[in-house]
């Protein structure tokens, strides 16, 4: 059984910085691809990065520049560094699996499995 637990959300003042982490059991990161995903209340789930199995990164644009998805392979964790926050930030943000070891999606419907999520607040 495949589970991923999202830690390191909080609040944070606009121009903060803090990192996600997203941790595995039952599943290996290096072998699948990886996403980030944030919701704000009333709006819809939306991509923020994503990285394959071999490494190559992806963004929305609305966070270029500002966040990094990164990968420990030896802790089996993923992680996202944003920089940089802005009001706009405020979300809960999900890690998300993908079966493709190297599709880059932006789509939450590629990912099968999703953490539970972690908030992150910004106070300006």
């Known amino acids: 059984q495949v589970q991923l637990v999202e830690s390191g959300g909080g609040l944070v003042q606009a121009g903060g910085s803090l990192r996600l982490s997203c941790v595995a059991s039952?599943?290996?990161?290096?072998?699948?691809?990886t996403g980030w995903f944030r919701q704000a209340p009333g709006k819809e789930r939306e991509f923020v990065a994503a990285i394959t199995r071999g490494g190559n990164t992806f963004y929305a644009d609305s966070v270029k520049g500002r966040f990094t998805i990164s990968r420990d392979n030896a802790k089996n964790t993923v992680y996202l560094q944003m920089n940089s926050l802005k009001p706009y930030d405020t979300a809960f943000y999900y890690c998300a699996s993908d079966n493709s070891p190297y599709r880059l999606s932006r789509h939450a419907y590629e990912y099968d499995y999703w953490g539970q999520g972690t908030h992150v607040t910004l106070s300006s």
């Open positions: 039952g599943r290996t990161f290096t072998g699948y691809a």
